[in-house]
């Protein structure tokens, strides 16, 4: 299976090509106040307001501001695009098995699908679905539709 590898804070990490729709270079996030703290702000991406999501929240990494050299791989989830904020996209691998298959527990259940070791060191591959939940996409479109639907008060 192929995989896009990417790092945040010097990590390596990968998720599945066939859930990446295109990668682009980071642009400036319109922050939305009270949003769920998975959610870091959107952006207009070809027109369509889509949600920026904080792996470096998800996975306990700490924060940072958007830089100007960050990527954003833009994600396709049932029904909806998500952009996912990265500090360097590495290049497509090829997962043959990783070194053991093995399974990581964490505390938001079992994210890590497997292991990958190479000569850059280990790599964590993630299941996009598992790490972006269905539960965290119900969460950020009733977030978007209250946004695209306010209601007026007189």
């Known amino acids: 299976m192929e995989m896009l590898c990417f790092r945040i804070n ?12 295109k990668v682009i270079m980071a642009q400036a996030i319109t922050l939305v106040p009270d949003s769920p703290a998975i959610l870091k702000g959107i952006i207009d991406y070809h027109g369509e307001i889509i ?5 470096r929240f998800r996975l306990g990494i700490p924060d940072q501001p958007v830089r100007m050299n960050d990527r954003y791989i833009i994600t396709t989830m049932p029904g ?45 591959i993630y299941d ?10 119900v969460e950020i479109t009733g977030f978007a539709e209250k946004l695209e639907n306010p209601q007026v008060k007189k």
């Open 51 to 55: 949600a920026v999501i904080n792996l």
């Open 10 to 21: 010097d990590q390596r990490f990968a998720i599945s090509v066939s859930s990446v729709e």
């Open 128 to 137: 996009l679905e598992k790490l972006i939940t269905s539960k965290d996409v």
């Open 80 to 124: 909806r695009h998500l952009a996912l904020i990265v500090d360097e996209i590495e290049g497509v691998i090829e997962d043959s098995g990783g070194t053991g298959n093995a399974v990581i527990e964490s505390g938001f259940g079992l994210m890590v699908t497997s292991m990958l070791s190479d000569d850059k060191g280990i790599v964590l």
